[in-house]
């Protein structure tokens, strides 16, 4: 997750430090770099099967796009009260539109972390929500707690270390909420994954048509313990009562299994 949140971190590291058009113009050119790379590395992975469409990268450049039209385009003294609840609103709304178009831009930094046969179960889907939500809240909550200086105070600046106003609400408030849910975010998915193996894991092998149910369930054995990896097997599998036949090869059909995992006996 660390690679996503790249241009957001360097970001928050520099804008209280350096001259604000130097800190969003930094920014900006690692989330061009990190969108760049991200598609070259998927692009290399051609087994990666579930895709989130990039929507952290592509909602970075964005926003520090128009981060840096404002910087340029506004006064100094808007942008010193300002710059802070406008880029913690933009990864608000981008981490928010990932998850109501049903692309959570959590999901390929967790996915990375768990074995292909996790990534498929109903379970896996359910984290990635929760996890997702859990930063939507904590972004919100950086987003409101920003907004309290600027509101409050005519003269409120990100730069101010000595009024509680400005570096509770600009500073404190917020990156104590993104690290509690960098917390949650590793707490949450260990807890959740607790009897994982228990639960059925749903996938499909090619099998012939004339195939017996024996050479179905070898197959579909086989097909199990190559997607657990090493040190695990799979047991419990089941072969779906009806397959379905492939596109342009009617000889041959897709059939649906199931199957739990288990550490593998010696």
């Given at each position: 997750?660390l690679?996503g949140?790249?241009?957001w971190?360097?970001?928050?590291?520099l804008?209280?430090?350096v001259?604000?058009?130097?800190?969003?113009?930094?920014?900006?050119?690692?989330?061009v770099?990190?969108?760049?790379?991200?598609?070259?590395?998927?692009?290399?992975?051609a087994?990666?099967?579930?895709?989130s469409?990039?929507?952290?990268?592509i909602?970075?450049?964005a926003?520090f796009s128009?981060?840096?039209v404002?910087?340029?385009a506004?006064?100094?003294?808007?942008?010193?009260?300002w710059?802070?609840p406008?880029?913690?609103a933009?990864i608000?709304?981008?981490a928010?539109?990932?998850q109501l178009?049903?692309?959570?831009?959590v999901?390929?930094?967790?996915a990375?972390e768990q074995p292909?046969?996790?990534?498929?179960?109903?379970?896996?889907?359910r984290?990635i929500?929760?996890?997702?939500?859990?930063?939507?809240?904590a972004?919100?909550?950086?987003?409101?707690?920003?907004v309290?200086?600027?509101?409050?105070?005519a003269?409120?600046?990100?730069l101010?270390?000595?009024?509680?106003?400005?570096?509770?609400?600009?500073?404190?408030?917020?990156?104590?909420l993104?690290?509690?849910?960098?917390?949650?975010?590793?707490v949450v998915?260990?807890?959740m994954?607790l009897?994982i193996d228990?639960v059925?894991?749903?996938?499909?092998?090619?099998?012939?048509?004339?195939a017996t149910?024996?050479e179905?369930?070898?197959?579909?054995?086989?097909?199990?313990?190559?997607?657990?990896g090493?040190?695990?097997?799979a047991?419990?599998?089941k072969?779906?009562?009806m397959?379905t036949?492939?596109?342009?090869d009617?000889?041959?059909?897709?059939?649906p299994?199931?199957y739990?995992?288990?550490?593998?006996?010696?």
């Amino acid at each position: 997750m660390l690679f996503g949140l790249a241009p957001w971190i360097v970001y928050w590291v520099l804008v209280g430090n350096v001259p604000f058009k130097v800190a969003v113009l930094v920014a900006l050119a690692i989330a061009v770099a990190v969108l760049a790379l991200g598609r070259t590395l998927e692009q290399a992975k051609a087994q990666a099967k579930v895709k989130s469409g990039h929507v952290l990268e592509i909602g970075s450049v964005a926003t520090f796009s128009v981060l840096t039209v404002l910087v340029f385009a506004a006064s100094e003294s808007a942008m010193d009260r300002w710059i802070q609840p406008l880029g913690n609103a933009g990864i608000l709304l981008v981490a928010l539109i990932s998850q109501l178009i049903g692309k959570p831009f959590v999901h390929d930094f967790a996915a990375a972390e768990q074995p292909h046969d996790v990534v498929k179960t109903a379970l896996f889907g359910r984290i990635i929500g929760v996890v997702t939500w859990i930063w939507v809240a904590a972004f919100a909550g950086m987003t409101v707690s920003s907004v309290i200086p600027p509101v409050v105070a005519a003269n409120a600046s990100i730069l101010d270390a000595k009024t509680p106003l400005s570096f509770v609400f600009y500073w404190v408030i917020p990156f104590t909420l993104f690290g509690a849910a960098v917390l949650a975010s590793r707490v949450v998915p260990a807890r959740m994954l607790l009897g994982i193996d228990d639960v059925a894991r749903e996938t499909s092998f090619v099998a012939y048509d004339e195939a017996t149910i024996d050479e179905l369930y070898y197959l579909a054995q086989e097909h199990a313990n190559r997607e657990v990896g090493a040190g695990k097997e799979a047991y419990e599998v089941k072969v779906g009562g009806m397959g379905t036949p492939l596109t342009g090869d009617e000889s041959r059909k897709s059939w649906p299994s199931t199957y739990k995992v288990r550490d593998r006996r010696h």
